[in-house]
């Protein structure tokens, strides 16, 4: 099955999934995953082709920052240091500005910090990417958070798709970004984060995603998407968006470009298309550099084109820094 080169409508593209999983599911596939219908990789990857480009212009060089606003009380005053800071923003392309799931914060799209962000990032020609977490958080500390299944559940998964894409088109954002991690107090955090994902579990999982994908379409870009380790849980949430946020890459310096080894489940594959970078402040004493943020001047030393000479995949660069020193990062970033 062939899906149209630039699907008009998220619907064409759920149309296309749907009826490729039908055939696959009717005629056999490779038991490897290649080509599984379990999978969708080829038309996800088809997807992906005709999906970037309302994002990304083809051929550019793309670099992200990842923003976090917490929006509560308590933080107010760094959220508000962030947003003065994107309003002389250098050498980023695009920005992901994302917010928690906080309970107490329901339409974070309508936030004053949001809105000054939102048009800050405009004046300069930045282009906004907005995002969410995807799991309800309660801030550390809050006693007898509750547990939930909702991560086995389609219709979660496609309702929080549909809602960051209603947000995201409120903003004017050019893209959408769900981040999979469970922060905080989610109810996920305990069968997630802290347990071995067994396979049965993996399939339940991937079964929700897929259907809520069909349904709602996916999001442009998700974050965690692979793991050294199999039984993660982002190998099963990647195909929530059409991009993958790579976090493996978040220490790796030039100009060797080592990653460390991914070791995917079996029918899955690790795909690079965006090359994470975790920035902090000046390197500590320490002599091992595999755990340590880069400096921006390690960041700036990074050439996409040799990296692209080893993954030819990659778009770009999207860059984490920790929510504590992004202000302070981003006032001093060189000119």
């Known amino acids: 099955?062939?899906?149209?080169?630039?699907?008009?409508?998220?619907?064409?593209?759920?149309?296309?999934?749907?009826?490729?999983?039908?055939?696959?599911?009717?005629?056999?596939?490779?038991?490897?995953?290649?080509?599984?219908?379990?999978?969708?990789?080829?038309?996800?990857?088809?997807?992906?082709?005709?999906?970037?480009?309302?994002?990304?212009?083809?051929?550019?060089?793309?670099?992200?920052?990842?923003?976090?606003?917490?929006?509560?009380?308590?933080?107010?005053?760094?959220?508000?240091?962030?947003?003065?800071?994107?309003?002389?923003?250098?050498?980023?392309?695009?920005?992901?500005?994302?917010?928690?799931?906080?309970?107490?914060?329901?339409?974070?799209?309508?936030?004053?910090?949001?809105?000054?962000?939102?048009?800050?990032l405009r004046e300069q020609g930045i282009g906004l990417v907005w995002g969410r977490w995807l799991w309800v958080a309660w801030p550390e500390g809050v006693k007898d958070a509750p547990t939930s299944e909702s991560h086995f559940e389609a219709d979660f998964y496609s309702e929080a798709i549909r809602r960051v894409r209603r947000e995201s088109a409120s903003l004017g954002a050019v893209g959408t970004f769900l981040d999979a991690e469970p922060y905080g107090q989610s109810a996920q955090k305990p069968t997630m984060k802290f347990t071995e994902l067994t396979e049965s579990d993996r399939v339940r999982i991937h079964h929700a995603v897929s259907q809520a994908v069909a349904e709602a379409g996916p999001v442009d870009l998700i974050y965690p998407t692979s793991s050294m380790r199999p039984s993660h849980f982002g190998w099963p949430l990647a195909d929530l968006g059409v991009l993958r946020c790579d976090s493996k890459t978040y220490y790796v310096r030039a100009p060797q470009y080592r990653l460390p080894v991914v070791r995917p489940p079996p029918g899955y594959e690790h795909r690079l298309d965006l090359w994470g970078v975790n920035v902090g402040l000046a390197a500590t004493g320490s002599t091992d550099r595999r755990s340590q943020p880069l400096t921006v001047g390690e960041l700036l030393a990074l050439d996409l084109h040799d990296i692209r000479r080893q993954y030819p995949g990659c778009r770009g660069l999207w860059v984490y820094m920790d929510y504590s020193i992004m202000a302070d990062v981003l006032r001093n970033w060189p000119n």
């Open 1 to 120: 099955m062939r899906c149209p080169s630039r699907p008009r409508s998220h619907v064409l593209a759920a149309a296309c999934w749907l009826t490729a999983t039908a055939l696959c599911s009717s005629v056999g596939c490779d038991p490897r995953g290649q080509q599984s219908a379990a999978r969708g990789l080829s038309v996800q990857s088809a997807f992906a082709a005709s999906h970037v480009e309302p994002i990304f212009t083809p051929g550019q060089d793309v670099r992200l920052l990842l923003v976090l606003l917490k929006l509560r009380k308590d933080t107010e005053q760094t959220d508000r240091a962030i947003v003065d800071a994107l309003a002389q923003l250098r050498w980023f392309t695009h920005v992901i500005l994302t917010v928690p799931s906080w309970q107490e914060v329901p339409e974070a799209s309508e936030h004053e910090l949001v809105r000054r962000a939102a048009a800050a």
